[in-house]
């Protein structure tokens, strides 16, 4: 049996570590800046944030189907609690505002 060097560490999210002095200092920085004196380019593409703006109000008109959806799609939605199908439509709605000015 071999030994491995690995240590995997897992991040609870709802009780992340506290920030450092330093840290909290640059975050105070960071937010003090606008934004288009913030460079960028050396940040990895996060399509994820795309989704923080998914529409907070639905259109009323809705049309039922039947979509096949990944099993742990499904599950992290229905964690999420009640409304998870709106949320889901929420997430959809977002990426095709996203992506419509690539349509054309």
Known sequence: ????NTVKLTLDRSNPPPLTAEQKARLTALAA???EKIDTSDAPLRPDAIWMKAAAQL??????????IDADVL????????RYQSRI??????YVEAHKPRMK
């Open 1 to 4: 049996m071999s030994k491995s």
């Open 33 to 35: 800046m606008p934004d």
């Open 59 to 68: 259109p009323r008109s809705k049309q039922q189907i039947t979509l096949r």
């Open 75 to 82: 599950e992290f939605f229905r964690h999420m609690g009640t």
């Open 89 to 94: 439509n929420a997430v959809l709605r977002s």
